[in-house]
């Protein structure tokens, strides 16, 4: 399995963007299909986006469409998740993870998590 690192959360007003990182060590990094997720207290984790292994296809939570672009760079084993217009509702520690296979939104499908980071956006 891959191991990931997330990076990037940190406080931010409501209206303001971050970036997380999320680095992955592997040769075979490249062959996974990569995720975020969140989850915020009290509630369970939810799936935000996803981006395949293969053309780079991405797939976003109704929630964070249009304000959310996940990209990835197989060169650097990273994936990123730029987060513009950010929302009171959007605080949350943010996961990242990869799967062999297609993109699918249930969390249960995903297999390698990173440790998290926390975003707070306030109001």
């Known amino acids: 399995q891959v191991q990931l690192v997330e990076s990037g959360g940190g406080l931010v007003q409501a209206g303001g963007s971050l970036r997380l990182s999320c680095g992955a060590s592997g040769r075979t990094f490249s062959c996974y299909t990569m995720g975020w997720f969140r989850q915020a207290p009290g509630k369970e984790r939810e799936f935000v986006a996803a981006?395949?292994?293969?053309?780079?296809?991405?797939y976003y939570a109704d929630s964070v469409k249009g304000r959310f672009t996940m990209s990835r760079d197989n060169a650097k084993n990273t994936v990123y998740l730029q987060m513009n217009s950010l929302k009171p509702e959007d605080t949350a520690v943010y996961y990242c993870?990869?799967?062999?296979?297609?993109?699918?939104?249930?969390?249960?499908?995903?297999?390698?998590w990173g440790q998290g980071t926390q975003v707070t956006v306030s109001s």
């Open positions: 993870s990869g799967r062999i296979g297609v993109i699918v939104t249930m969390t249960r499908n995903w297999g390698s």
């Open positions: 981006i395949s292994r293969s053309d780079g296809s991405t």
